[in-house]
């Protein structure tokens, strides 16, 4: 589980960067901004979804706060 949201977190910041770079490329005359933040705005969806599905599954368990 933990290398699923370790891949969505690096595609998320890999969506993020790409949209900066068309965003400094094209200077706005082209979707390619947009299309990269929806894709970036499906992938934290999708992140999302998964972590409450390995919740509901067990997958995954909260800790709460550890105290030392």
Do not use: C, E, Q
């Not at 894709?39 to 030392?68: C, E, M, N, Q």
């Amino acid at each position: 589980m933990k290398i699923a949201v370790a891949i969505a977190f690096i595609l998320i910041l890999g969506s993020l960067g790409s949209a900066l770079f068309f965003l400094m490329r094209d200077k706005g005359r082209s979707n390619n901004t947009v299309r990269s933040l929806a894709v970036r705005v499906a992938l934290s969806v999708t992140l999302f979804l998964l972590i409450l599905l390995a919740y509901k599954l067990g997958y995954i368990h909260p800790t709460g706060i550890r105290t030392a």
